[in-house]
């Protein structure tokens, strides 16, 4: 098995460095580096230095200004060559059993991806995951995917766009074998700040709930997916706000423009039995109490 990591770079942060220096001390020789460098010229200068990869083994694409991240996967995954895909970033700290790991699961089967998750090592099937993942489906940092089956239902991401949830929504409905390995394996560092336009996620996510509507789910499915959307409004997109911006009008008018999107789209989302049934949880029970409120917000997030 040999997998491809895509690796997008498309600034200096300041974990570049330790990113980079954890790929160098992945154990195994399996596996090769796309490096995508989506950056100004002027940046690239600062950046070679730190690429110090065997060059019979990676490949680097250098563009002269930022195209995004889902641009650069997409030429990442054209180029890649392994039976495995991995997008990753300067958020990614891989540990050296990485590859060990991936090994030991991928030698028994073959699946159309790979969780990062300390779950249940049984086969489960796409139903399975969807029951008991809950919003698991939503982060692509924690899944490697199969080349072969990408290529055959032609998933791609939206380029220029930020519209990772409906990649993951073409993945989940397409999949039908699922393997995890242990998320040890690779940590992920949340403190840098996104590059992207957050307010793809509100699009995105409307975008995906009316093919929900139209699709022919039953009604338990439809439900699932919704509280996902709901998830992806009111949390993750707030969420993400609080750690990019410090100025108090723009974080005012993205919660009221959050829950606008969810009255338009789904204004009985706090009867989504999903939301119900983990009312416990921090996330779920931040969500259920919404109030487009600053200080409610901070005051919640804060210990999220």
Do not use: W
Not at 100 to 105: D, G, M, V
Not at 106 to 132: A, C, H, M, P, R
Request: overall charge positive; glycine content about 2%; aromatic content about 16%.
């Amino acid at each position: 098995m040999k997998l491809s990591i895509v690796y997008n770079i498309c600034n200096f942060s300041k974990n570049l460095d330790k990113s980079l220096e954890s790929i160098a001390k992945i154990k195994g020789k399996d596996f090769e580096v796309i490096f995508v460098l989506n950056l100004s010229n002027k940046m690239v200068e600062k950046i070679l230095p730190l690429l110090k990869f065997p060059k019979e083994r990676d490949s680097f694409v250098f563009l002269d200004q930022n195209l995004g991240h889902s641009y650069a996967y997409n030429i990442g995954l054209k180029l890649a060559k392994g039976d495995y895909v991995y997008f990753a970033g300067s958020k990614n700290i891989f540990k050296q059993d990485f590859m060990e790991k991936l090994n030991e699961k991928t030698s028994k089967e073959n699946y159309d991806f790979i969780v990062l998750n300390d779950g249940d090592q049984k086969k489960f099937s796409t139903e399975d995951y969807i029951k008991n993942k809950n919003t698991d489906v939503m982060s692509i940092k924690r899944k490697i995917f199969n080349r072969d089956f990408l290529i055959k239902n032609k998933i791609l991401f939206t380029n220029y766009k930020y519209f990772n949830l409906l990649y993951l929504f073409q993945v989940n409905e397409n999949a039908k074998k699922i393997g995890y390995i242990e998320k040890s394996t690779c940590e992920f560092i949340y403190s840098e700040k996104v590059n992207y336009n957050l307010y793809d996620i509100l699009t995105c996510s409307e975008m995906l709930f009316k093919i929900i509507n139209e699709s022919k789910f039953d009604k338990y499915k439809k439900e699932y997916y919704r509280m996902i959307i709901t998830v992806s409004i009111l949390y993750d997109f707030i969420y993400k706000v609080f750690k990019n911006y410090t100025d108090k009008n723009i974080i005012i008018n993205s919660i009221t423009n959050a829950y606008r999107v969810i009255e338009k789209i789904y204004p009985e989302y706090k009867e989504n039995r999903f939301l119900l049934k983990n009312k416990n949880k921090e996330i779920p029970n931040f969500i259920l109490n919404f109030k487009v409120n600053l200080k409610y917000c901070k005051n919640v997030l804060e210990f999220l």
